[in-house]
């Protein structure tokens, strides 16, 4: 919805060619101008009620996002019911909120309750489930969209339906939250009405030739457009809602007592469904009844009829089930933004434009921190179009509450770690603290809407105040009168975690607690390599591209099977943390469906990758002849990872989910196949070992699986406890005073040019092979000039690539000429520590790798040829890369870190640090994984289907620290191609695409 004032009834409508262009689809324009003659002057209140039995965080979360946004305290039902003795004829649990909603109305609306908290019939009631939604428009907004949506609506069934007496009695007053898809138990006694609803008020093309095709359904309802009951939000008048509410709870008794053995009930939303969907089968038979059987339909009225409606538009509730990937947080003024997001999730050019009219008129969202002290642009001078709002990308709906009912693959777990995407999470404290001020003075009315000679000012039912976060409707155990009461609860009363003996003292952030631990785990600890604060703060997301169709079932297969070898078991370790804080792993027994070795997950799209909105972006070859960018790979996380994959390792802590995660994409003719894992688990050498085991499964050759090294012991512990020779950079370690200067630089780095960008870059076969050719020209002409033999001059590509990065990266980040740039290099141990501590005929699959450090002044690097200092880079290497001084370099590692708590630093205080991490040898792209290939399936690139990677990106998440200028080489394609990423500043990109459209390979 493009949300405009436009004059009553004007709509505008676009259409064109193509189901993925936002130009095909009709644009909705909701008119939110108010009709005053519908509405009566005068007072109402609004009431928000929860159905909670236990204090939680998420419960918190709730009442929290209502109470900063002004909303009134929400009452509370069912506070610490106990479901099992069903004490107040509550009925089951998921059955809750019908009872106890309506417990509390008919006390509200009745003469037992106080005057001051009674409900009339025209109060507003607004019933919201209490766990997993969050409201993220203020009062004003949710108020002025229930009227005039509710005005469109009668305007619509006078329409539908005609004149005569049914007329008068259709109406709506209630809103219902709609979803898109239509489940119902298979021996379900209720009737859903999955194919006798009204349909969608939204346009008919609004996701493009597949709206409402029966290929929706296949695709998991994506392009059905919602006009079905959820259960989780309902707004109406008082009287009305608690007349749906009563009939609700009939059907429901009569169900339980009506169901046979093997029969489920549907839960509540199959009873609200079932009841909405006698309404609207009542409405159509009226259509077919004439005149002269108006008093019959006034009757009929009384039991069919409940003036409910849903919220086809979402503009008031957001269901995330069946919509769990149109919808993400943007700030609407950021056009850039809103275009990236949207066309991640597969709508461009984006249908969202600026801030719809509605939210713009409503008050400042940070209004209240105006006199807070700081700067206007953090605060109160930051309008609904500078903070994330969360989007449907679609639809364009920007709704009111957020409901997060999204349950497959996980993401139930979003209600936890989206929280800190909502516009007020970094105001909320101080939010919470003003709006509990503001309480104590007269506060206007939630919004004051014109009326018919008049105007209507809608209050709260009940204020927060700084010991009221919400209120409980309760039984007043000091009475043997049947007797209810409302009292008020703290934040720690309802904040705290359902199982702690202490209130919490963060009312939005519960501690983390780790699993129980299981007593038939074996307990390994991780070598000194492996628990590294950095391995610990990098999860790693790496994706293969396969020109074939793979069987994923096989994938898995294989996997499982090299998993549950005994040493290979390993890797389906938990991680845990120790009472002295070291990482250990937990290895299980055995696995099992509740305690599986990986966790797997498999999307399967029946297109070609090349018709898939995101997937088609996926590179496969490279045709240029100069080096190019590709692609941010971020963009591609969607098709990488599941959307509940771990992204700190706190997420494997207090969890009991394994470290790795294979994650299947399948296209007609493609297949992508992702792992993650936390970088504690292994390095590039570790991973290929881990590779090569897993295709040899999947090929049958188990034989060829090498046995694990290390399965519970460090072999790497002490090989440098007695180094023959003093390091060669021992002279240049920064003193503490240096780490410090060099610390403050790297964080005025990132506090001046606080945002990042990544990008894919190919570095095409040709260009390279004449780089390589001119670099071992120069350095042959350069050595003959001096006498010296030319025989053994020698430039890896890796030398190349890494000088060329360094000079990249040395021009567009303006390095001073005299500046230090210090190119560190990855290094693995392996070949230096075989055949005595890492054997060839062992996989040593962990960490075993540092760095090698050349220095080189940035002058150097911009003016003397590429062959230069990919020579310093060269040289570096071999004057460092002995196992001698691999001993004395890793010794001084493992000193520091015991004294300082962090690894040494070579270099200078003010130079600029370039990282290029190469994983050339692990040899990636020749990883074949045809065994699994699907006989007679298609290819994205026929006569080329040989089940090895076509393409490989990784990008992970860097907690804590940032991987800016670091150079992570990916490995030479089939085509001799070598593909690399880095990340840097924003806007350098811009300017290094600039040149690299320039590229020569003559230096």
């Not at 093309?205 to 392009?223: A, C, E, F, H």
């Not at 975690?497 to 785990?521: G, H, I, Y």
């Not at 699986?705 to 390091?727: I, Y």
Request: glycine residues 6%; neutral net charge.
């Amino acid at each position: 919805m493009r949300h405009r004032l436009l004059p009553n009834g004007t709509r505008n409508h676009n259409s064109s060619d193509g189901w993925t262009s936002a130009d095909y689809w009709t644009s909705v324009h909701i008119d939110h101008a108010l009709d005053t003659h519908s509405i009566s002057p005068g007072e109402r209140k609004l009431a928000i009620i929860l159905p909670a039995d236990n204090p939680s965080p998420d419960l918190c979360k709730v009442i929290s996002s209502a109470v900063a946004l002004g909303y009134p305290a929400p009452i509370i039902v069912n506070w610490r019911k106990d479901f099992h003795t069903n004490e107040d004829g509550i009925g089951p649990s998921q059955l809750g909120k019908i009872s106890g909603t309506l417990n509390y109305l008919e006390w509200a609306m009745s003469e037992k309750a106080p005057q001051s908290e009674r409900l009339t019939n025209d109060d507003l009631v607004l019933m919201l489930d209490a766990y997993d939604i969050w409201l993220q428009l203020p009062p004003s907004v949710l108020l002025n969209r229930f009227f005039t949506g509710n005005e469109r609506a009668d305007r619509r069934i006078a329409r539908e339906f005609g004149g005569g007496v049914s007329r008068g009695l259709m109406r709506q007053t209630v809103v219902v939250s709609a979803q898109k898809g239509c489940m119902a138990p298979r021996d379900s006694i209720s009737n859903l009405h999955c194919d006798g609803v009204p349909e969608s008020t939204l346009p008919k093309n609004v996701y493009g030739l597949l709206t409402d095709s029966p290929l929706s359904r296949i695709l998991r309802w994506k392009y059905t457009r919602p006009k079905y009951v959820n259960s989780g939000s309902f707004m109406g008048p008082a009287s009305d809602v608690r007349r749906y509410f009563r009939r609700v709870k009939d059907r429901m008794d009569q169900n339980l007592l009506a169901m046979d053995e093997g029969q489920e009930l549907g839960g509540d939303q199959g009873v609200f469904a079932e009841i909405f969907g006698e309404q609207e089968s009542w409405r159509r038979r009226t259509q077919q009844i004439g005149p002269g059987r108006d008093r019959a339909q006034t009757k009929l009225s009384g039991e069919f009829e409940y003036h409910v409606g849903l919220d086809y538009t979402q503009e008031l509730f957001y269901p995330t089930c069946y919509s769990e990937h149109d919808s993400y947080f943007v700030s609407l003024n950021d056009a850039e933004e809103v275009a990236r997001e949207s066309g991640r999730l597969g709508v461009s050019p984006p249908r969202v434009q600026g801030v719809p009219r509605d939210i713009e008129v409503a008050e400042r969202p940070l209004s209240l921190l105006d006199d807070d002290g700081g700067d206007d642009v953090r605060r109160g001078g930051r309008g609904w179009g500078d903070l994330p709002l969360y989007v449907d990308f679609w639809t364009t709906a920007i709704p009111v509450a957020i409901h997060h009912n999204a349950w497959r693959d996980g993401l139930k777990n979003r209600r936890r770690t989206w929280w800190d995407k909502t516009w007020y999470f970094p105001y909320l404290r101080r939010l919470l603290q003003a709006r509990v001020k503001l309480t104590e003075t007269k506060a206007p009315p939630l919004v004051t809407l014109p009326a018919l000679n008049g105007s209507l000012d809608v209050w709260p039912y009940f204020s927060s105040s700084p010991d009221t976060a919400a209120v409980l409707f309760v039984r007043n155990r000091n009475t043997t009168k049947e007797e209810w009461s409302l009292e008020r609860a703290d934040w720690g009363a309802v904040c705290k975690s359902s199982n702690a003996t202490m209130e919490a003292k963060r009312p939005w952030k519960s501690a983390p607690v780790a699993p129980p631990l299981v007593a038939t785990d074996r307990i390994v600890p991780l070598s000194q390599e492996d628990d590294t604060q950095i391995n610990r703060d990098l999860i790693l997301n790496f994706m293969m591209r396969f020109d074939s169709v793979l069987d994923a079932e096989k994938l898995h297969s294989a996997l499982e099977g090299l998993l549950n070898r005994p040493d290979w078991k390993k890797l389906g370790a938990r991680l845990r943390l120790n009472s002295e804080g070291k990482l250990e792993y937990h290895i299980p027994q055995q696995f099992d469906d509740t305690r599986p070795p990986f966790t797997y997950s498999h999307i399967n799209y029946d297109v070609a990758i090349g018709e898939h909105p995101l997937a088609c972006r996926v590179p496969s070859g490279f045709a240029g002849e100069e080096p190019a960018t590709v692609l941010d790979p971020y963009e591609l996380f969607p098709l990488m990872r599941r959307e509940d994959a771990p992204t700190k390792i706190e997420d494997y802590l207090y969890s009991d989910k394994p470290q790795l995660s294979l994650h299947v994409v399948s296209f007609t003719d493609a297949t992508l196949a992702s792992l993650t894992w936390p970088h504690t688990l292994w390095d590039a050498m570790g991973r290929r070992e881990f590779l090569l085991a897993w295709t040899a499964i999947l090929a049958g050759r188990d034989d060829e699986v090498l046995p694990l090294h290390g399965f519970d012991t460090d072999p790497l512990s002490d090989f440098c406890e007695s180094p023959k020779e003093e390091s060669k950079l021992i002279d240049k370690s920064l003193s503490i005073l240096q780490l410090i200067v060099f610390g403050i630089r790297y964080w005025f780095e990132h506090f001046w040019y606080t945002e990042e960008e990544t990008r894919i870059v190919c570095i095409p076969s040709a260009f390279m092979k004449r780089a390589r050719e001119t670099a071992i020209s120069e350095l042959k002409a350069t050595r003959a000039e001096s006498g010296k033999p030319t025989d053994d001059v020698f430039l890896s590509d890796g030398d190349i690539i890494s000088a060329w990065g360094a000079r990249l990266l040395a021009e567009h980040l303006q390095v001073g000429k005299n500046q230090t740039v210090c190119v560190l290099n990855a290094f693995g141990w392996r070949s230096l520590l075989s055949p005595d501590i890492l054997p060839r005929s062992k996989a040593y699959v962990a960490n075993a790798s540092s760095g090698i450090f050349a220095f080189l002044k940035g002058g150097d690097i911009l003016s003397r040829p590429l062959s230069y200092t990919a020579s310093e880079v060269r040289r570096a290497i071999a004057e460092q890369g002995t196992r001698s001084q691999l001993e004395a370099s890793v010794k001084l590692t493992r000193e520091s870190i015991r004294a300082r708590g962090v690894p040494p630093m070579y270099g200078d205080a003010t130079m600029q640090l370039i990282i290029v991490s190469n994983w050339s040898k692990g040899r990636f792209f020749e990883m074949d994984f045809s065994p699994a290939i699907v006989p007679g399936s298609k290819s994205a690139r026929p006569g080329d289907a040989t089940g090895k990677p076509t393409y490989i990106q990784a990008a992970g998440h860097a907690n804590g620290f940032s991987i800016r200028n670091a150079f992570q080489i990916s490995g030479k394609d089939g085509q001799g191609n070598y593909w690399l990423s880095a990340s840097l500043r924003k806007h350098v990109w811009s300017s290094i695409e600039k040149a690299l459209t320039g590229t020569k390979s003559t230096n």
